[in-house]
């Protein structure tokens, strides 16, 4: 799945917030939306969300409008694992990852057997099956991050769009997250806030500023020092992580 911004800009209660953004996400592509709070990063995702329509530009899903589609069609062809997901009290782990296929059923279905091959499936692949029938109040933050990655693997979209996936997560349960998420083998749009973490796991950034596409390409042609310190007022070391070899990005405060 490719998915191209073209253009792209949008405004809340009449105020622009995205100006004219452009981008592209090839199939099997890991892009990272990175920038300071406040640059725009969550309302662009919005626009892929379909939970906010562009004021200006086109989202286009392998040349298809993806404003242009049903709602259910557009579901079959992007999942989303949004930054706040509130779930009702009172479902298991597979009761919310089963709620990930109502885009595969028409109304009044009952879940058949793809569904549940589907459910089982995706807790499988996240490493949650052994939680299938834990009360989801039970898990701890990562479980249930894994948990809701899972409800939106059920979709069995090629397209996944994360806000912010390891907002809230100790750092261990961070690093699993992306580990997994790069090896799901789909198209990834995710904002992320940490560089870090985009020039370790990322095949490209795309860094807004104010609304804006300040930088785009692979990260370490983007994330030089000079340009870290300009967009987010930080100093910055860059070089190959000493357990990993991936590459890694320290920062401090600004030289006093």
Same mark, same amino acid.
């Given at each position: 799945m490719r998915l191209d911004l073209a253009g792209v800009s949008a405004r809340i209660d009449a105020r622009p917030i995205v100006e004219d953004v452009s981008l592209t996400a090839g199939p099997g592509e890991f892009v990272a939306l990175i920038g300071p709070n406040g640059s725009g990063k969550s309302t662009l995702l919005r626009t892929v969300y379909r939970s906010l329509r562009p004021s200006g530009g086109v989202v286009r899903l392998d040349g298809q409008d993806l404003w242009g589609m049903r709602p259910r069609q557009a579901a079959r062809h992007r999942a989303v694992l949004p930054q706040h997901s509130q779930v009702a009290d009172g479902l298991s782990a597979a009761d919310v990852v089963a709620t990930g296929r109502h885009s595969h059923q028409r109304l009044l279905d009952r879940e058949n057997a793809a569904d549940r091959a589907a459910v089982a499936t995706a807790l499988e692949r996240v490493g949650m099956a052994w939680a299938a029938d834990r009360l989801m109040t039970t898990l701890s933050g990562g479980e249930r991050q894994r948990v809701l990655l899972a409800r939106a693997l059920a979709q069995q979209a090629p397209l996944l769009v994360l806000d912010e996936p390891t907002n809230h997560l100790d750092v261990g349960s961070q690093l699993l997250l992306l580990? =997994? &998420?790069? %090896? =799901? !083998? =789909?198209?990834? =749009? *995710?904002a992320l806030h940490d560089l870090d973490q985009a020039a370790a796991y990322a095949d490209q950034v795309v860094v807004l500023r104010d609304g804006r596409?300040? !930088? @785009? !390409?692979? /990260?370490l042609e983007v994330l030089t020092p000079a340009f870290i310190e300009e967009v987010f007022g930080?100093?910055? #070391? &860059? %070089?190959? @992580?000493? &357990?990993? !070899?991936?590459? #890694? &990005?320290?920062?401090?405060? /600004? *030289? /006093?």
């Open positions: 580990d =997994l &998420i790069r %090896s =799901l !083998g =789909l198209t990834l =749009l *995710a596409v300040a !930088g @785009h !390409g692979p /990260p930080v100093r910055a #070391h &860059i %070089s190959p @992580h000493p &357990i990993t !070899g991936r590459p #890694h &990005i320290a920062v401090a405060s /600004p *030289a /006093p």
